[in-house]
């Protein structure tokens, strides 16, 4: 076997002893880190979404309001529906 084989293969064989002390060594905590890993996965995608959601919706109440600012503007809408309506919004949420 020539040298350049034999420190491959020594390399190898260090690199599966070193994954198999580091699974070893975690034993049953690996599941547990894999527990806590999902669950933490989960709640930080439930967060993103969460916050997501929020600005999508705040920033469809500001294009509302604006678009209702435009019609009393433009003299199709009354004040008093505006606000109505504005009202109306602030009730369902």
Do not use: H, W
């Not at 060594?25 to 967060?47: K, S």
């Not at 509302?64 to 606000?83: H, N, W």
Request: charged fraction near 20%; glycine fraction near 8%.
């Amino acid at each position: 076997m020539s040298a350049t084989l034999a420190s491959m293969t020594l390399c190898q064989t260090l690199a599966q002893d070193d994954a198999s002390a580091i699974i070893n060594a975690l034993g049953d905590n690996l599941v547990i880190a894999i527990v806590f890993g999902v669950g933490g996965t989960i709640a930080i995608v439930g967060i993103l979404f969460g916050t997501l959601t929020g600005v999508a919706k705040t920033k469809e109440q500001e294009k509302t309001k604006r678009e209702l600012a435009a019609y009393v503007a433009e003299g199709s809408m009354t004040p008093a529906d505006a606000e109505r309506i504005l009202r109306a919004n602030q009730e369902q949420d």
